[in-house]
């Protein structure tokens, strides 16, 4: 077991800059998530952790060894791919022993038929045999032994490439999207059933995913990766609720955070549409931001707008979920509507049509510069606004 | 696919495909099967001016057992054996570490190596010839096994062919069994081949057939009878008979042949999977 760090980690495809300088220590036993769009780069760096793309520059140590000049098979990594890439044509068990063959067994004792007569390659094979059906029957995948890759299931190839990964015991766990090829009601059984086995197993994972679900439900820290460059690490829900970039607080949650053009007014205080909220913010006065608000955030008031009321629209749209009902509310000037997530219970009266007040506790606004970076938010008491003197607040 | 083609292709087609596709056939086959029917007649029989498939009197026998007991024929099909094989085997050991480095590892100068690769395809093997005859009578290698063999031992076709499919791998596998601790040259003989199959048994029957055919340069380079190949044991045997008595000599020609058609139906499946490249499915 062992604890990974990235330094500064550079890297170029032919004229195009994938990777700028990103920096990231994994502790042992944790299970760390890198998630972002496609392109990001985050399968290059999970590949130059395993060893199999060299970084231009920057170094990568695993448990306190760099690794940098270690071809992959020397780095005490194990990988499961988005592909699974089983060989074909080898049973379940031979894939699973593979590694265990290449590791415990001379090249002598590896050569066809004759090696089976190699001295001490009986002992070695039995101990081999024992290993991979020790760990295929601990993933319920022993009954497939003799089986080809081809004749299995999505989940059961998965399992076997787990059990690969599993049975030479590594240092640490890479795994690239190894759940995209299965279907959604398997993706969420198998969410359970990784989160299991790192825990039973205590080892490193290095998980990359585009999907922020699984980023969100099985990680320790999350690590969120744009154009290259690490954007913010941290627990799920310190990224969900504290994002420091607007490109995470974009990405991550479903519905997508609502987002509102602002500036900061004379007096600090964050000004919407032309209306001063009570956000004040260290700022340079006149500067353009952008106000981001989750969805579940945002309520929901029927009826006319009084003068406190900053927002006032009209429902464009009412979409039941069963356990949520999202509001979709155009507030003009405004064209994209803002989204709201609200009891269905207090959604029940709420139809297409009806003018409605969007209100919020400017606690939960969240305000980004124009190069996305968050702004402080140096003061959004609460008791200063309306909303503490017994008037609702709607912003 | 195929039944909608059916249903919409109108019959005088289905007819006028079958048609062509049979005409094709017969031109292709009408050779063999004279062979075979001349190797069971008699002489009398073979130009007898109304031509029958089967013989009147049967001289199967008698035919084949010349062919076998005038020539050491058994010999000349034991030598293409040892002959097709060894190319082979030296063509494998070579193609594929070549056609691996070619499709899946990067380095400086692989584009212009696969140039270089392609051009040795346009090169006619008797543009060669002499350079590689003195180089034999050099090293006193001329009238061996190793000369037939030697100059065959890299095959320039099989190397594309073998890259091509390589290409199809995915690269994922190759890591896969990088992390699994697999050297380069394991990965080519644990990973590569296994998954290629199919285009290294179609690279074996188009290898077998053409080198068992080779005429050209075992001619050149061997003398001794006990080192004749197939072809050129046909040649003998019409030289000692003096070129006249075609019964033994079809029977003697469709005993070499039949080597050719068995492993040819042997391979047929991985054959077609071969040449139409596809790794893993």
């Known amino acids: ?395 | 696919m195929r039944t909608r083609s059916i249903a919409a292709t109108g019959l005088g087609f289905q007819l006028f495909r079958h048609a062509v596709l049979g005409l094709g056939a017969f031109l292709m086959l009408a050779p063999f099967v004279i062979m075979i029917s001349v190797s069971l007649k008699p002489s009398g029989e073979i130009f007898a001016p109304e031509f029958t498939l089967l013989p009147k009197q049967w001289h199967a026998w008698q035919n084949y057992a010349d062919a076998f007991t005038k020539q050491p024929l058994a010999r000349y099909i034991l030598n293409g054996f040892i002959v097709t094989g060894s190319i082979f085997a030296c063509q494998l050991l070579t193609a594929l570490p070549c056609a691996y480095a070619l499709a899946k590892l990067r380095w400086r100068g692989r584009e212009t190596m696969f140039m270089l690769v392609l051009l040795g395809l346009l090169i006619p093997p008797q543009v060669t010839a002499i350079p590689l005859y003195i180089l034999l009578w050099q090293v006193g290698l001329l009238n061996t096994y190793a000369a037939i063999i030697l100059p065959s031992t890299i095959s320039v076709f099989g190397i594309f062919l073998m890259r091509q499919f390589f290409l199809t791998v995915p690269d994922d596998l190759i890591n896969a069994a990088r992390l699994d601790g697999l050297g380069e040259f394991a990965i080519v003989w644990r990973i590569m081949m296994p998954t290629a199959m199919p285009a290294v048994i179609a690279f074996g029957v188009l290898s077998l057939v053409w080198n068992w055919n080779e005429f050209f340069w075992p001619l050149i380079v061997v003398q001794s009878e006990h080192l004749a190949t197939p072809p050129l044991g046909v040649v003998f045997f019409a030289n000692a008979e003096a070129g006249t008595n075609y019964g033994p000599l079809m029977a003697a020609a469709t005993a070499i042949t039949a080597p050719l058609v068995i492993a040819f139906l042997a391979a047929q499946r991985w054959f077609i999977d071969g040449v139409t490249m596809t790794a893993v499915k």
């Open chain 1, 1 to 395: 077991m062992a604890g990974i760090s990235l330094r500064n980690i550079r890297k170029s495809f032919k004229d195009a800059q994938i990777l700028h300088g990103v920096s990231l220590d994994i502790a042992d036993g944790e299970f760390l998530t890198l998630v972002g769009p496609s392109g990001c780069g985050k399968t290059t760096l999970l590949r130059i952790i395993a060893g199999l793309e060299t970084q231009d520059s920057g170094d990568v140590l695993i448990g306190d060894r760099m690794v940098d000049d270690l071809p992959p098979k020397a780095r005490d990594v194990a990988m499961v791919f988005q592909s699974y890439a089983l060989y074909p044509y080898m049973t379940v068990a031979e894939n699973i022993a593979l590694p265990l063959e290449m590791r415990r067994l001379s090249a002598l004792q590896r050569l066809p038929l004759a090696g089976r007569f190699m001295p001490g390659a009986r002992a070695a094979r039995a101990g081999i045999d024992r290993d991979v059906k020790a760990v295929a029957d601990g993933l319920g995948i022993g009954h497939l032994a003799a089986r080809k890759p081809a004749q299995l299931s999505g989940g059961q190839r998965q399992r076997v490439a787990l059990a690969r990964a599993m049975v030479r015991r590594p240092k640490a766990f890479l795994m690239d999207e190894p759940l995209s090829n299965l279907d959604a009601k398997m993706r969420v059984q198998a969410r359970t059933e990784i989160s299991e086995l790192h825990r039973s197993l205590g080892a490193t994972f290095v998980y990359v995913t585009h999907d922020q679900a699984e980023a969100m439900t099985m990680s320790d820290r999350v690590a969120v990766m744009m154009g290259g460059h690490l954007l913010q690490v941290a627990p799920p829900q310190v990224i969900y609720d504290d994002p420091q970039d607007l490109a995470v607080a974009t990405f991550i949650g479903t519905p997508e955070i609502n987002t509102l053009p602002g500036r900061i007014g004379a007096d600090g205080r964050v000004e919407v549409i032309g209306t001063p909220w009570p956000v004040t913010v260290e700022g340079q006065p006149g500067a353009e931001v952008t106000v981001a608000i989750r969805p579940e955030a945002l309520m929901v008031t029927r009826g006319a707008a009084s003068d406190a009321i900053a927002l006032v629209g009209t429902i464009r749209h009412v979409e039941m979920l069963g356990a949520e009902t999202l509001v979709h509310v155009v507030a003009s000037p405004l064209t994209r509507p803002l989204v709201t997530r609200i009891e269905p219970s207090a959604a029940a009266a709420l139809k297409k049509g009806d003018p409605v007040a969007l209100s919020t506790d400017p606690r939960r606004v969240l305000v980004f510069g124009k190069d996305g970076k968050r702004i402080a938010v140096r003061q959004s008491t609460p008791a200063l606004t309306p909303a503490a003197r017994g008037v609702t607040v709607h912003v």
